[in-house]
C-alpha cells in the first residue's frame, strides 16, 4: 500500500482507493467527441499504481497509444459519508498535481463495446503524484492553474474554474454513495490539450502553489 506525505503537517496516510472524475471539464468532453455528463463520471483506480514525481512510466507492451491527463489531486484527511458542499473542503488534508495516465486504444474499444475502462486506466505507472501541500496553504481549489508541458512543448494549459464540477460539488457527489475514507485520493479530471506520448518522452505538470511533478516514458 502507498504512502503519502504532509511534509508541513508531519503526517502520513496509507492511499486506500483513488476516485476519478471523468470528462469534468467541457472543452475536453468536447475534443473526445463524448457528450456533456449529466452527472459526474466515476472511476477507480488501484493504489498500486501510484508513483511519484520522478519515477518513470512504464509504457504497456498491450497498448499502442498512451495519453496523459493532467489534473488536481486531492487527499481525504477524515472518513466522511454524505458529506455536504458546505463542510466538503473540512474533509481535504491536501493537494498535488497529477497524471491520469490513460490507454486511449484500450479506452475507446471498452466504450464501443459498451464495457468498463479498468485497463485503460488501473495499469502499474499510470498514476503519477507530486508531493502534496497542506489544504490550509490553498484558498480556493476551484481557482488553480493547471498547466503540462511534454518535451518542453506546452500542451495543457487551463484553469479549475472550468470545471464543469466543483471540488466541493464532486466531494459531495462521491460521498453520497460510498464513504470516502482516511487517505483517499480523488483525481477532479482533466482539462483540454490531452494526448499520446511515446517512449523516452519527458513529462512536466504544475499547478502553482500546489506541486510540480517529472517523468519520463519508458519501456
Known amino acids: 500500500m502507498r504512502k503519502i506525505k504532509l511534509q508541513e503537517k508531519n503526517r502520513e496516510y496509507y ?22 455528463p449529466e452527472k459526474p463520471v466515476i472511476f477507480i483506480k488501484p493504489s498500486s499504481s501510484i508513483i511519484f514525481s520522478g519515477e518513470k512510466i512504464i509504457y504497456p507492451e498491450f497498448s ?15 472518513t466522511g459519508k454524505k458529506i455536504s458542499k458546505q463542510s466538503a473542503l473540512n474533509y ?4 498535488a498535481v497529477g497524471l491520469d495516465m490513460t490507454l486511449r486504444d484500450l479506452q475507446s474499444e471498452a466504450k464501443r463495446l459498451g464495457h468498463p475502462w479498468t485497463i485503460s ?4 505507472t499510470s498514476t503519477v503524484l507530486s508531493e502534496f501541500v497542506s489544504a490550509e496553504k490553498i484558498d480556493n481549489p476551484n481557482s488553480l492553474e493547471i498547466k503540462l508541458w511534454v518535451n518542453n512543448q506546452l500542451k495543457q494549459d487551463d484553469n479549475t474554474s472550468n470545471m464543469i464540477y466543483s471540488v466541493e460539488e464532486i466531494i459531495e457527489y462521491l460521498s453520497f454513495y460510498f464513504t470516502l475514507e482516511e487517505g483517499d485520493l480523488v483525481f477532479t479530471g482533466t482539462p483540454k490539450g490531452v494526448g499520446e506520448v511515446k517512449v523516452g518522452d519527458k513529462l512536466v505538470a504544475e499547478i502553482p502553489k500546489v506541486g510540480r511533478l517529472e517523468t519520463e516514458v519508458i519501456k
Open 15 to 36: 492511499v486506500c482507493k483513488i476516485a476519478c472524475v471523468g470528462k469534468n471539464y467541457l472543452e475536453h468532453a468536447k475534443e473526445l467527441g463524448d457528450a456533456v
Open 121 to 124: 486506466k488501473c495499469f502499474d
Open 64 to 78: 499502442n497509444s498512451l495519453h496523459y491527463e493532467t489534473e488536481l489531486v486531492l487527499l481525504i484527511g477524515k
Open 92 to 95: 481535504i488534508a491536501g493537494y
